[in-house]
């Protein structure tokens, strides 16, 4: 619900080209008959590339962080 929430508020809230959120604006790129999956795919990419590296960069906390509250002490 929460994702849908934070899709559909912008869709209906921002209507100049500039200020649109990244997943509305490739939500944008379909257009009628013709999906360019091309471009969709390379900008969900592009979307989903900081969190990645942040995670990997960030892993052995991460990690950490979740083991820890596992142990019983």
Same mark, same amino acid.
């Given at each position: 619900?929460? +994702?849908?929430?934070?899709?559909?508020?912008? #869709? *209906?809230?921002?209507?100049?080209?500039?200020?649109?959120?990244?997943? @509305?604006? &490739?939500?944008?790129?379909? +257009?009628?008959?013709?999906?360019?999956?091309? #471009? *969709?795919?390379?900008g969900s990419?592009?979307?989903?590339?900081?969190? @990645?590296? &942040?995670?990997?960069?960030?892993?052995?906390?991460?990690?950490?962080?979740?083991?820890?509250?596992?142990?019983?002490?």
């Amino acid at each position: 619900m929460g +994702s849908w929430n934070n899709f559909l508020w912008p #869709l *209906i809230i921002l209507k100049s080209k500039n200020m649109l959120t990244a997943v @509305v604006a &490739l939500r944008g790129l379909s +257009s009628g008959l013709r999906v360019p999956y091309d #471009l *969709i795919m390379a900008g969900s990419v592009l979307i989903v590339l900081p969190l @990645v590296i &942040l995670f990997i960069v960030s892993q052995k906390q991460f990690i950490a962080g979740i083991t820890s509250g596992a142990i019983k002490g």
